[in-house]
C-alpha cells in the first residue's frame, strides 16, 4: 500500500526528490531547498528560450513533479525569450534563484546540466543542444 494511497504520485515524489539529490551533490550545495532553488532556476532559464513544441518534448521526459516546476509561471506565447549568450543565460538563472546564488553559478548550471544529461535521452539532450547559442552549449558537459 502507498503511503498516500496512488503509487504514481508516491512514485513522482520519490523521483523529484531523487533528482534534487543528485542535484545537491553533483554541485555540492549541501542544501536540498537550494538544489530545488537551482533546478528550478536553470529549468526555467532553458524552457524559457525553447520553441514551445521543443519545451513539450523536453517535459515530457521529466518525472511528474519536475514537470510541474518546469511549468510554473510558464507563458508560451511569450516563448522563446530573448536570451542572446551564456552571459544573459546565467544573469537569467540568478535572476530566478533569487538571493544568495551559488558562487561557482557557471559549474552550478553545469551540475544540472549533467543531471539532464544523464536522466534524459541522448536525442532531447541533442535536440537541447542544437537549440542554444553556441557559448550557452559550453555549458554543457561533452
Known amino acids: 500500500m502507498s503511503a498516500l494511497g496512488l503509487k504514481i504520485i508516491d512514485e513522482s515524489v520519490q523521483q523529484a526528490n531523487i533528482w534534487i539529490n543528485e542535484v545537491d551533490y553533483r554541485v555540492g550545495l549541501v542544501n536540498k531547498q537550494r538544489a530545488y532553488r537551482l533546478l528550478r532556476a536553470v529549468l526555467h532559464a532553458l524552457r524559457d528560450q525553447l520553441t514551445p513544441?521543443?519545451?513539450?518534448h523536453l517535459s515530457a521526459q521529466l518525472p511528474i513533479f519536475v514537470r510541474g516546476i518546469f511549468y510554473e509561471g510558464y507563458n508560451p506565447s511569450s516563448m522563446p525569450a530573448a536570451i542572446r549568450d551564456k552571459d544573459d543565460f546565467i544573469a537569467r538563472v540568478v535572476a530566478i534563484f533569487g538571493p544568495e546564488p551559488p558562487e561557482d553559478i557557471t559549474g552550478a548550471i553545469g551540475g544540472v546540466f549533467d543531471v539532464l544529461d544523464a536522466r534524459l535521452s541522448p536525442g532531447e539532450m541533442a535536440q537541447l543542444r542544437g537549440q542554444m547559442a553556441r557559448d550557452?552549449?559550453?555549458l554543457f558537459a561533452d
Open 136 to 138: 550557452i552549449r559550453a
Open 53 to 56: 513544441d521543443t519545451a513539450a
